[in-house]
Structure formats: C-alpha cells, structure tokens
C-alpha cells in the first residue's frame, strides 16, 4: 500500500518540527475515551446481547415483531391480560390453544423475528429463558423452537407446563446449522396442548463477552474494547434527557434480574427494554479498563420539561443513589448492597458523574438558566458533601460560552462538536488560547458532519475518510492541549444499520456483522499510540498538515501524530531539534485510501485499515512521505547508550533514567 502510494510521487514538500528538547505539559491518561448511548438500537438490537425483540410484550405491545402460526388443527387465540404479570411487567400474553385432538401432533407457535433477524451459528449454545403459567388445566408442554427462514429446525428446548404461579423456564440449546452461521432465523413458543397459557418475557441469549450474565455481545464488545478507551461515558447523551419526564432515564428500574425492568420509552424513537441497566454498564467499563463516567437526569427533558427548584431534591436523591450503587458497602449500605446482591460486591470505582446532557439548551426553555441557577449546584452541593471524591462533570453542547455555569467551579466542562470537517481542522486551535483557570474539558461528543456532496438534493452524513481526517486534527489539538482537555469521545458509537436515528457513527453493526469506519481506525491509532507529554511541533498547516508530538517514557519513544488533509501527497522533511539520538528504523501506522470521500462499507469493510511499515533512515533531519489524505503515526525510538558500560559505550546519548 505505502509503496503504490509512494509511486504517486510527491507534489508538496513541507517541513516538520520537533522540539525534543523542551518537554511540556503532561498528556491526560484520559484523553482517548468512548461514549455509548441507547441510539440507533446501540444497546438493544446492538451492544446488548439479547436476540429476541420486544420479549416482554412491552415494547411494541402485542403482536409488534411476533406473529402467530398453527399446525394440526390447533387454534389459537391470543391477547395482551392486564390482569397477569411477573416481576415488574404490567401485562402478559394470554395464549388459548383449543383443537387439538388427543395424541394429534397438533401444536400453536409464537414467532418472533429478533432485531431484523436472528443469528445462529453451528455448534454453539444459546440460553433460552421463558417466565410463564398456566390455568392448572394446561395439558401440553411448552417449547421454545429455533428455526431457519425456511423452516428448519436448527435446536430446541422442551419446558414441562408449570402450574399457576409465574416461573422461569431456561435450558441451553445447541445450534445444529448446515449454514455454519445465518442471520434471518426465528425464535418460536410452541404449545401442544389445549388449555391457557400466559407468558411474560421470552429471551434467548447467545454466549456473551466475558461470559457475562445478562450481557454483551462479543464481536461489538470486542471492536470496543479495541479501542483501549480510558474512559466510558454512558448512557447518553438524549437518552438520559429523556423526551419527556417518562422517558427520562432512571436508573432505578433498570437494575436486577429483567423480569423486575419494566423498560421505558427512549428518546430516539423506540422503547429501551432496560436490560443493559447501570449495573451492565458498570460492569462494560471495568470489563474495557475504562474509568466510567455516569450521567445522571438533571430535571431538564426534551419538549422542555424542567423540574422546580422546590420538586427537584429526589432526583438529587437519586444521583447520590446512583454513587452508593456503584460504590457503597456491600453490607452496611443500601445501595451498595443491590450491587452485592446483583453480582458485584466489590465497588466499581465510580469517581465521575455528569449532571444532565446539553443543559445549556435550556436557555431557550420556559425556566432559561436553571441548570445555573439552580439545578447544577444543587447535584453539585449535595454530590460534594457526601462525596468528596467525586468529580462532578457540568453538560454542555457547544453553548458553553453563551451559557457558562459560574454558581459553580465545575470539575470538568463537557462540550460536544458536530462540525463540518472544515471547521473541525480550524477547531484544532480551539483550545490553543483558553485560559487555564476554570473547569477542565470533556469533549464528550464528536464527530465530522461530513455530507454527501455528490448528490446534495440528498444530504446525507457519511463516515468518510474526510471527516476522519477533520477528527484526527481536532484530536491533534487536544493532546497539544491535555492540560486543559481531560478527555474526548466519537458519538454515537454504534448504529444498528436497520435503524439509523442518526449517523454518522463509529462502528456499523447488523445482526451479524460488524463495519469498522475509517473514523473508528481514527480513535483507534490515536488512543493505542499515547505519549506522557507533549512536546512542541510545528507543522505546515497552509499546506493541510497538521501535527502533534509525544514523549512515551516507557519505551523512550517520540510518538507524532500527522494529518495530510492535502488531496496530494506530502514529502516532507522531519526535524527533531535538541540533539537526541535516534534509532534509525522508525515504524509508521497509516491510514489512507484513494479518496476522501472513501467509506468501508458491508460490502469491502477493510477498504481502510491502518497499514504499518517500517520507517528507515530516521535522524535529526529525515523525509518521511505523509500520503494524500492521510492519518499518520510515527514511532521515532530513542538510541540509548547500553546501560553497562563496555567498548562501544558512548557512541550514542545515554538515556535519561525516567
Ligand atoms: O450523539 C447523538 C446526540 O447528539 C446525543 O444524544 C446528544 O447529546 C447530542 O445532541
């Protein structure tokens, strides 16, 4: 790749400067981080991995996803009962099955389509969960049955009747599929008998990341976890607004076994069943090693709801909760000992809680500066006393300046940019003049709008190679500015390709397969490549180079970090001033293909991958070819003296102990 990039020939020359000489601020350990919300069936359909769609009949009601079929003369006649429920359910499907005449292999099926398929694959076992009763005259057995599109049985699981008191039925079904794996299969209750049967929840879960109860899918997990993320900030965004007060976020009901999570309509068009809770949450960001960071409802919902200053203690309340949950005595505290009971007795380490998404919005509500006046200081005061420890992160969308909160010292500023690739190169100098005396910053949302200008009777945003590039020089401006930027993250993460809410978006999913954008090979090289502290570099910007530098101690490494936003390749000379010897093989990670309006796609996911090479000829002063439209590593290792001295000690600059 590099050497057909090479045969292109170099139209620019510009010119590079490192300053290895003059260390300066430190790097935020932080700095790279993920962001997940429940958007674009991210959790549902998506991260978290249960396979059977509105299986507690409470998202789409009844029928929504299932359908009904007989066989043998059964009849069938079913019906949302609100006078039966489990847990915290507040209606089940009445089942009627008559017409089966004794010893006939008739039977009644309910079938469920999952989140726009079901997939399954050879030889693996899939847990299948079924919470229903009987009237006491039921006389058949219940069956849950996975089926190809066609019809083929590919495993089942036969569950005696229980009697009249709601129990869970659950048992492994091994998947026998002659397609090894496919993804348009169904999941079918079936009855054999006459008689009544309610059901409450049907749930199938396939083996999970970690092996996790109740959790996450392994290929999405994996492509996360990949991206090394030294923080995870969830659930939202929106989604913790909430639409309306309904809507809103409360993580009290998304705790404990799923039978007892009602769900809650979520604010991007669909019902949240809840079952990735605060708990599962948690539980993602220690199992990824990322610091997590919880936004909590701050009173303020989408259609403008705002909560009195008078009304507003109890969801304070809640915010504290939400701390002891994740931090509490497992024995002495109440809180702490739910996380005990519900898998976790040791505390998750929560040391980050945002208050509310985007609040600056509610200058333009009926009750304008609230979270200023009243709303922020109140989670913050309370949060404080009880707390120390904790940071409390103040939400903003790009309002920051028109709407400051200044009632309080905000331990961190959360900022969010959705901008044209354009400006997001000019917004790499957005933090080079901030004052270093108020809150440090999250930008806790970003992402390149990047349209599609070839067919603009059609604008839509695309995850192309150009928005990466406008990304990769933003980010290049916070590291230069980590003293002051405590972290960042790409929104939305996922998108479930049957329901795009909204795009662009990290990492693109259907039932079973996963495209990794060239912006997600972005946070991927920058956060697996971190430096400790800045160093100076100047790069030819008017040229659309735009460049970074770290010292890595641990390995004694000059890591840049180099953009060609050109449409022509860029060969470049590289200097590093203050008289450090290199090692002459340097090593370069490069993200790059023929055009930047690029995109990996379902049909060629790897048309962009980092591609990694060996870099000769390294020194004080040496080229190095930045292609068109590029993303650029560089590793630059120090040549250290030998720590024992012998013949050829002091042929090169000893190390600094470090
Ligand atoms: O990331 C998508 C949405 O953008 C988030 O939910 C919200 O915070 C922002 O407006």
New binding site residues.
């Given amino acids: 790749m590099l050497a057909s990039l090479a045969a292109q020939g170099a139209a620019l020359g510009s010119q590079l400067t490192i300053d290895a000489a003059h260390p300066g601020v430190a790097v935020s350990p932080t700095l790279y981080g993920a962001?997940v919300?429940e958007?674009n069936h991210a959790m549902d359909g998506g991260l978290y991995a249960e396979l059977v769609r509105n299986r507690a009949f409470n998202e789409m009601g009844w029928p929504g996803n299932w359908s009904v079929s007989s066989q043998g003369g059964a009849k069938l006649v079913t019906a949302m009962d609100a006078s039966q429920h489990a847990g915290a359910q507040t209606s089940a499907l009445r089942m009627v099955v008559s017409g089966i005449a004794a010893g006939a292999a008739a039977s009644a099926s309910i079938v469920n389509t999952g989140f726009w398929g079901v997939p399954l694959r050879d030889g693996t076992a899939y847990t299948a969960t079924v919470w229903a009763k009987t009237d006491g005259s039921y006389s058949g057995a219940i069956g849950v049955e996975l089926q190809s599109k066609s019809g083929t049985v590919l495993g089942s699981a036969t569950f005696a009747a229980p009697g009249e008191s709601w129990t869970r039925l659950t048992a492994p079904i091994v998947v026998t599929n002659p397609q090894g794996e496919s993804g348009d299969n169904v999941v079918m209750v079936t009855l054999n008998g006459n008689g009544t049967v309610w059901l409450q929840m049907v749930s199938l879960f396939p083996p999970t990341w970690k092996n996790r109860p109740n959790g996450v899918r392994p290929d999405l997990a994996e492509a996360l976890a990949a991206l090394k993320p030294s923080l995870l900030r969830f659930p939202?965004?929106?989604?913790v607004?909430g639409y309306s007060f309904n809507s809103r976020w409360n993580w009290k009901i998304t705790i404990g076994d799923v039978i007892d999570r009602p769900g809650h309509p979520g604010?991007?068009g669909y019902y949240s069943s809840d079952g990735m809770g605060l708990h599962e949450y948690l539980q993602l960001a220690e199992d990824i090693g990322a610091t997590p960071v919880l936004g909590v409802w701050s009173g303020h919902s989408n259609n403008g709801l705002i909560i009195a200053e008078s009304e507003l203690a109890p969801y304070v309340q809640d915010a504290l909760d939400a701390i002891e949950y994740a931090n509490g005595d497992a024995v002495t505290s109440v809180w702490g000992a739910q996380r005990a009971a519900n898998g976790h007795p040791a505390p998750f380490n929560l040391s980050y809680i945002e208050i509310g998404?985007?609040d600056d919005l509610d200058n333009t509500l009926a009750a304008p500066n609230s979270y200023n006046a009243y709303r922020f200081p109140m989670f913050y005061d309370e949060i404080k006393q009880q707390y120390p420890y904790m940071h409390v992160i103040a939400s903003y969308?790009e309002n920051w300046l028109t709407t400051p909160v200044t009632s309080r010292t905000p331990d961190v500023e959360d900022e969010?940019y959705?901008e044209p690739t354009a400006s997001l190169l000019t917004d790499s100098h957005r933090y080079d003049a901030r004052e270093r005396t108020g809150p440090r910053v999250f930008v806790?949302?970003l992402?390149a709008l990047d349209f599609n200008t070839t067919a603009p009777e059609e604008p839509a945003r695309l995850n192309t190679l150009g928005g990466a590039l406008g990304e990769a020089a933003f980010l290049i401006g916070l590291e230069r500015n980590s003293d002051l930027v405590w972290g960042a993250a790409y929104?939305?993460m996922f998108v479930n390709v049957n329901n795009q809410a909204?795009v662009p978006d990290l990492i693109w999913f259907d039932a079973s397969q996963v495209v990794l954008t060239p912006n997600y090979w972005v946070q991927w090289m920058f956060s697996r490549h971190r430096g400790d502290v800045v160093l100076p570099a100047t790069a030819d910007e008017v040229h659309g180079l735009f460049a970074s530098a770290t010292w890595r101690r641990r390995d004694q490494t000059i890591v840049m970090k180099v953009v060609n936003n050109a449409a022509m390749s860029n060969a470049a000379t590289i200097a590093v001033e203050g008289g450090m010897a290199l090692n002459p093989a340097g090593h370069a990670t490069v993200l790059t293909s023929a055009a930047r309006t690029d995109q990996n796609t379902f049909d060629e996911p790897s048309l962009m991958t980092p591609v990694e090479s060996v870099v000769t000829g390294v020194g004080p002063s040496f080229p190095f070819t930045f292609p068109a439209n590029s993303v650029t590593v560089l590793e630059l290792k120090r040549k250290c003296a030998p720590v024992l001295a012998g013949p050829t000690a002091g042929l090169t600059t000893p190390c600094r102990a470090e």
Avoid: K
């Avoid at 939202?236 to 989604?239: D, V």
């Fill in positions: 962001f919300e958007i939202g965004g929106s989604f607004e604010l991007w998404n985007e969308g969010h959705y806790g949302e992402a929104a939305p909204w």
